[in-house]
Nanobody, 128 residues
Framework: QVQLVESGGGLVQAGGSLRLSCAAS?????????MGWFRQAPGKEREFVAA????????HYADSVEGRFTISRDNAKNSVHLQMNGLKPEDTAVYYC????????????????????WGQGTQVTVSS
């Protein structure tokens, strides 16, 4: 199995930046699996934010974060990152990283059902 630990959340003013990180460990070969970031705001369902294919050549973003957020991965360090710029109050949520259930895929990156391991989440709060 794989364990995921997020870090980097916090409180920031609107327009500010944060960089989230997700460290992976366990028996699964991290570099063979697509990774995603999702978020859940109070009273709302968890939603897709960004995803990156196993080798990093494909990225996807939710329309709401396109142009402001950047996902990246470092397979040598078993980590994935989410650089968040131009933060808005509506970005306030708990952010989760997740790993896809099937290796070497370039599709279904936006589909939560295709992810089978999740971190505990990190809180991001953006004040107006």
């Amino acid at each position: 199995q794989v364990q995921l630990v997020e870090s980097g959340g916090g409180l920031v003013q609107a327009g500010g930046s944060l960089r989230l990180s997700c460290a992976a460990s366990g028996r699964r070969t991290f570099g063979s699996y697509g990774m995603g970031w999702f978020r859940q705001a109070p009273g709302k369902e968890r939603e897709f934010v960004a995803a990156i294919s196993w080798n990093g050549d494909i990225t996807h973003y939710a329309d709401s974060v396109e142009g402001r957020f950047t996902i990246s991965r470092d397979n040598a360090k078993n980590s994935v990152h989410l650089q968040m710029n131009g933060l808005k109050p509506e970005d306030t949520a708990v952010y989760y990283c997740a790993v896809q259930r099937i290796p070497y895929r370039h599709y279904y990156l936006r589909d939560q059902n295709e992810y089978d391991a999740w971190g505990q989440g990190t809180q991001v709060t953006v004040s107006s």
